[in-house]
Nanobody
């Protein structure tokens, strides 16, 4: 059974940093691309970042480029999202998701992904 579990969310002041983790189990981690999405109240789910299975190529939404960094440690079955210079508008529930790397697909589209975590709340507020 495939399971993705996010952790690391919380309350942070504007300008602060957080590191989210996504622990993946039930699949061979190095075969899967993993992405991060977020959803704020009343808004659609937004693709934030993705890291490939093969060559660690990455995707970032324009809204987070230069502030967020995605990385993976296949030995630990974990993907990280380092978030810096956080803004109020980064407040959302953050989800990680995975799909088989060989299949490909738009990294920003929720429909590309087969498996999802339950989400972790990130609140940016003073």
């Amino acid at each position: 059974q495939v399971e993705l579990v996010e952790s690391g969310g919380g309350l942070v002041q504007p300008g602060g940093s957080l590191r989210l983790s996504c622990l993946v189990s039930g699949v061979r981690m190095d075969y899967y691309a993993v992405g991060w999405f977020r959803q704020a109240p009343g808004k659609e789910r937004e693709g934030v970042s993705c890291i490939s299975a093969s060559d660690d190529s990455t995707y970032y939404a324009d809204s987070v480029k230069g502030r967020f960094t995605i990385s993976r440690d296949d030995a630990k079955n974990t993907v990280y999202l380092q978030m810096s210079s956080l803004k109020d508008e980064d407040t959302a529930v953050y989800y990680c998701a995975a799909f088989p790397g060989v299949r490909g697909g738009p990294p920003s589209s929720p429909g590309t992904y087969d498996y999802w975590g339950q989400g972790t709340q990130v609140t940016v507020s003073s």
